[in-house]
Nanobody, 123 residues
Framework: QVQLVESGGGLVQAGGSLRLSCAASGRTFSSYTMGWFRQAPGKEREFVAAINWRGGTTLHADSVKGRFTISRDNAKNTLFLQMNSLKPEDTAVYYC????????????????WGQGAQVTVSS
């Protein structure tokens, strides 16, 4: 089992940058596929990015491709999401999630979730 805690959210102007972190407990972090998802008010949770256990394979949603980058540091049990050129439509609660199996973009296929971090982008 793994416990996840997000940090790094906040308020930023459009065009700005933020970096989210997700700290994982336990000694098996490196065996998990990790993902970032987001949920805006009144909308369903949506896929943002995912990374395989080694970090050699990543996926990014089309809406964030070229602006957001997922990465991980297995030695520090930490997942990152670097967000550049932020837009007001990126405003949402951002969640990190973990699963033992291969990469997937489907939220329901992730077993462990953090509590979420609010990101607000002002225009």
């Amino acid at each position: 089992q793994v416990q996840l805690v997000e940090s790094g959210g906040g308020l930023v102007q459009a065009g700005g940058s933020l970096r989210l972190s997700c700290a994982a407990s336990g000694r098996t972090f490196s065996s998990y596929t990790m993902g970032w998802f987001r949920q805006a008010p009144g909308k369903e949770r949506e896929f943002v990015a995912a990374i395989n256990w080694r970090g050699g394979t990543t996926l990014h949603a089309d809406s964030v491709k070229g602006r957001f980058t997922i990465s991980r540091d297995n030695a520090k049990n930490t997942l990152f999401l670097q967000m550049n050129s932020l837009k007001p439509e990126d405003t949402a609660v951002y969640y990190c999630a973990a699963r033992r199996e291969v990469l997937t973009t489907t939220p329901s296929e992730y077993n462990y979730w953090g509590q979420g971090a609010q990101v607000t982008v002002s225009s």
